[in-house]
């Protein structure tokens, strides 16, 4: 895989770009599928899946990485999820494995339900925060690796993955729409349980990994 074949070679990793920045506040420019098909973007998705997989997060876009463009990666693997068990409830979460995905151009049609949980961001590291959103979603968009157009039904946290992801490339960060009474740097919300945190995670004695970010 040409990602982990960069890295060997020892190829630099792009740096996050934190909040305050302001490609975070832009709406990224779409990609033409011709952008995909004939390579010109391969490089981009693999160094967001080669910084992804290096901070170990959830999701993450390209304006994360200073390229404005609507694109975002994400995957959840069965480790990440042994891990989120620690402080979790993976079922109340509806946490699932999700292979290493690419979606270009992703447009949402959102469900009725909500649900409210603790998110973190890479761009705004060492704070996590209750947000809610809508369970159900239904995606569309282009796969950034072969260009063929992709629809798909999506819930749980898979669906919050993809949610956050999309706001960030409408300009759009968690803090906008998270409850601000729960926010919290990582020590404290190790140390101190939030009710909502039990309501609505089933959190156990809180243990966040590393900026356990979408």
């Not at 990793?13 to 975070?24: D, F, M, N, Q, R």
């Not at 080669?50 to 995957?75: H, N, T, W, Y």
């Not at 079922?91 to 339900?113: E, H, Q, S």
């Not at 039990?198 to 809180?206: L, M, P, T, W």
Request: net charge positive.
């Amino acid at each position: 895989m040409r990602l982990l074949r960069a890295i060997r070679r020892g190829r630099a990793l792009p740096k996050i770009i934190e909040a305050g920045h302001p490609v975070l506040r832009e709406k990224a420019a779409p990609i033409q599928r011709s952008d995909i098909t004939d390579g010109s973007i391969r490089n981009l998705v693999d160094s967001l899946s080669a910084r992804l997989r290096e901070d170990k997060g959830f999701g993450l876009c390209a304006p994360q990485i200073g390229e404005s463009l609507q694109l975002f990666v994400m995957e959840v693997t069965p480790d990440m999820i042994e891990l989120e068990t620690n402080f979790r409830d993976i079922k109340m979460l509806d946490m699932r494995p999700v292979p290493l995905t690419a979606i270009a151009n992703p447009r949402l049609k959102y469900g009725k339900k909500m649900s409210t949980h603790r998110e973190s961001c890479l761009s705004i590291p060492g704070y996590s925060a209750h947000v809610t959103r809508p369970v159900d979603i239904h995606l569309t968009g282009l796969c950034a690796v072969t260009g063929t157009d992709v629809s798909v039904a999506l819930s749980g946290w898979t669906a919050r993955i993809v949610q956050h992801e999309v706001d960030h490339l409408n300009g759009c960060l968690y803090t906008d729409k998270m409850d601000a009474s729960t926010l919290s740097i990582n020590e404290n919300t190790v140390k101190y349980l939030h009710p909502l945190d039990v309501q609505n995670d089933g959190a156990k004695s809180i243990k966040l990994r590393n900026e356990n970010a979408l």
